[in-house]
């Protein structure tokens, strides 16, 4: 099973920038596919972006343009860029499926950090 710990939450202004990154631990997690997920307040937990084993990206219309998705040896990154007060939410990694695609559905995950915060103002 894969670990997962999410870094790099915080406040920002509309219009900025932030990083995430997820720490992950386990054996061969760099042959998962990896996602980023986020919850807003009262709302359900939402699809963001995900990258295949192999590194096809997918990105949720919403973010497409502004955020960027990326893994190496050592997590799971997340670019964040011209964000706005929507993007407001608690942002979870989470990790799929040995060689898995890059797939959507949040049932296709089944290891998940504890997330971390971010919170845009305007």
């Known amino acids: 099973q894969v670990q997962l710990v999410e870094i790099g939450g915080g406040l920002m202004q509309a219009g900025g920038s932030l990083r995430l990154s997820c720490a992950a631990s386990?054996?061969?997690?760099?042959?998962?596919?990896m996602g980023w997920f986020r919850q807003a307040p009262g709302k359900e937990r939402e699809f963001v972006a995900t990258?295949?084993?192999?590194?096809t990206t997918t990105y949720a219309d919403s973010v497409k343009g502004r955020f960027a998705i990326s893994r190496d040896g050592a997590g799971l990154y997340l670019q964040m860029n011209n964000l706005k007060p929507e993007d407001t939410a608690v942002y979870y990694c989470?990790?799929?499926?040995?060689?898995?695609?890059?797939?959507?559905?949040?049932?296709?995950?089944?290891?998940w950090g504890q997330g971390t915060q971010v919170t845009i103002s305007s």
């Open positions: 989470a990790a799929g499926r040995l060689f898995g695609g890059a797939t959507t559905s949040q049932a296709d995950f089944g290891s």
């Open positions: 386990g054996r061969t997690f760099s042959r998962y596919n």
């Open positions: 990258i295949s084993a192999a590194g």
